[in-house]
C-alpha cells in the first residue's frame, strides 16, 4: 500500500469544506483530480471513507477513525521539510480559535506576547461562538480553541484557564440603574438582550441567572458583544455580559452595571482534540496559555 501526502490532503481537505467542490476550490485542483486523488485513497485502503447518498458524501467511522492520523502525517511532513529550511524548533502555523469574549478581549494579547517570548510569527484567528470552535476542533481545521464554557465532549480534552466576572448592564436611564442597593429579585420581569445559540455567554446566562427568575422577556437575541452593548445603550434591555468585554462601555458611560448581591463568575478553557498531534509549537502554545496572566490594565 503506497497512500500519497496528497490524497491524505485531498481527503482531510473534502473533510473540512463538506464538498469536493469546495475542497477542488481551496486546493486550486480540477474537480476530477480531487475525485480520482479520494477514489484510489479508497482503493488503496480497501474500503470507502464517506458514504454516497446521491451526490452527497458523508464520513463514515473508518473516515472518521483516518482523520487524526492523516493530520499527524501532514504536520510532521510540514516539519520536516520546514527543518529543513530552518533551524527553529518552533515549525509551522498555529490556527487558534476563540469565543467571542476571549478572542476579542484576550487572545490578542496573548498572541503578541507570544510571538515576543517565541519568535514565532505564523498564527491565525477565528472568533466565534464557542460551539463552532468546537466543531472546527472536531474537524481538525484548528489546532486550539479557547472558549468559555466547560466542554463536555469524548473527544476533546480541556484545560481550566482563566476566569471572569460576570455583570449585569442596562442604559444610564434604566429604572433600576439609580436603585442601590438592588435585589435578585428586581430582575425579575424584566426585558433582555442575550447571545445566539452556541454562545457560552448564553449557555452561562441560561444555566446561572436566569433560573433566579420567576419570569424575563426577551428581546433581541444578537450574535456579538458589541451589538449587545449596543442595543443595551440604545434602551432595549438588560444585558448580561463578561466585565472584562464590557468595561469600556461602562468607562464611556455608554452603560452601567447594575449593583447586585451576587458573584457570578464564569471560567475559560483551553481545548483541542485528544487525538491531536502534539507538535512542539503546539505544546509550547499550551504550556503557554496555562502560565501566561493577563496585564493590569486587561486583568480579568
Given at each position: 500500500?503506497?497512500?500519497?501526502?496528497?490524497?491524505?490532503?485531498?481527503?482531510?481537505?473534502?473533510?473540512?469544506?463538506?464538498?469536493?467542490?469546495?475542497?477542488?476550490?481551496?486546493?486550486?485542483?480540477?474537480?476530477?483530480?480531487?475525485?480520482?486523488?479520494?477514489?484510489?485513497?479508497?482503493?488503496q485502503l480497501g474500503y470507502p471513507l464517506f458514504d454516497r447518498r446521491g451526490n452527497r458524501l458523508h464520513l463514515n467511522d473508518?473516515?472518521?477513525?483516518?482523520?487524526?492520523?492523516?493530520?499527524?502525517?501532514?504536520?510532521?511532513?510540514?516539519?520536516?521539510?520546514?527543518?529543513?529550511?530552518?533551524?527553529?524548533?518552533?515549525?509551522?502555523?498555529?490556527?487558534?480559535?476563540?469565543?467571542?469574549?476571549?478572542?476579542?478581549?484576550?487572545?490578542?494579547?496573548?498572541?503578541?506576547?507570544?510571538?515576543?517570548?517565541?519568535?514565532?510569527?505564523?498564527?491565525?484567528?477565528?472568533?466565534?461562538?464557542?460551539?463552532?470552535?468546537?466543531?472546527r476542533l472536531q474537524h481538525f481545521e484548528l489546532d486550539v480553541g479557547l472558549v468559555e464554557g466547560e466542554i463536555l465532549h469524548?473527544?476533546?480534552?480541556?484545560?481550566?484557564?482563566?476566569?471572569?466576572?460576570?455583570?449585569?448592564?442596562?442604559?444610564?436611564?434604566?429604572?433600576?440603574?439609580?436603585?442601590?442597593?438592588?435585589?435578585?429579585?428586581?430582575?425579575?420581569?424584566?426585558?433582555?438582550?442575550?447571545?445566539?445559540?452556541?454562545?457560552?455567554?448564553?449557555?452561562?446566562?441560561?444555566?446561572?441567572?436566569?433560573?433566579?427568575?420567576?419570569?424575563?422577556?426577551?428581546?433581541?437575541?444578537?450574535?456579538?458583544?458589541?451589538?449587545?452593548?449596543?442595543?443595551?445603550?440604545?434602551?432595549?434591555?438588560?444585558?448580561?455580559?463578561?466585565?472584562?468585554?464590557?468595561?469600556?462601555?461602562?468607562?464611556?458611560?455608554?452603560?452601567?452595571?447594575?449593583?447586585l448581591p451576587l458573584l457570578l463568575s464564569r471560567r475559560y478553557w483551553l481545548v483541542r482534540h485528544k487525538d491531536k498531534y502534539?507538535?512542539?509549537?503546539?505544546?509550547?502554545?499550551?504550556?503557554?496559555?496555562?502560565?501566561?496572566?493577563?496585564?493590569?490594565?486587561?486583568?480579568?
Open positions: 500500500m503506497a497512500l500519497s501526502l496528497p490524497q491524505l490532503r485531498v481527503f482531510l481537505t473534502i473533510v473540512q469544506e463538506g464538498t469536493i467542490t469546495a475542497a477542488a476550490k481551496k486546493l486550486f485542483l480540477s474537480k476530477p483530480a480531487v475525485s480520482m486523488a479520494l477514489a484510489e485513497l479508497e482503493s473508518q473516515g472518521a477513525a483516518l482523520i487524526p492520523k492523516a493530520d499527524e502525517l501532514l504536520i510532521r511532513s510540514d516539519e520536516i521539510s520546514a527543518a529543513l529550511k530552518d533551524d527553529s524548533q518552533l515549525i509551522g502555523c498555529l490556527r487558534l480559535g476563540g469565543s467571542d469574549t476571549v478572542g476579542n478581549q484576550l487572545l490578542p494579547t496573548l498572541i503578541s506576547d507570544f510571538r515576543h517570548a517565541t519568535s514565532h510569527q505564523q498564527q491565525t484567528l477565528m472568533i466565534a461562538n464557542s460551539q463552532e470552535i468546537i466543531d469524548p473527544d476533546l480534552l480541556q484545560m481550566p484557564w482563566l476566569s471572569d466576572q460576570m455583570v449585569v448592564v442596562c442604559h444610564p436611564d434604566h429604572p433600576l440603574a439609580s436603585q442601590t442597593p438592588l435585589s435578585v429579585g428586581a430582575l425579575d420581569d424584566q426585558t433582555w438582550l442575550i447571545r445566539e445559540p452556541g454562545s457560552g455567554t448564553r449557555e452561562h446566562f441560561l444555566s446561572r441567572l436566569a433560573p433566579r427568575f420567576e419570569r424575563w422577556h426577551l428581546s433581541f437575541e444578537l450574535n456579538t458583544t458589541e451589538a449587545i452593548l449596543n442595543a443595551a445603550s440604545a434602551g432595549l434591555g438588560l444585558a448580561y455580559l463578561s466585565k472584562l468585554s464590557a468595561q469600556h462601555a461602562i468607562a464611556d458611560g455608554r452603560v452601567v452595571a447594575l449593583e502534539q507538535s512542539g509549537l503546539l505544546s509550547r502554545f499550551w504550556d503557554f496559555c496555562l502560565h501566561w496572566q493577563p496585564q493590569p490594565h486587561s486583568s480579568t
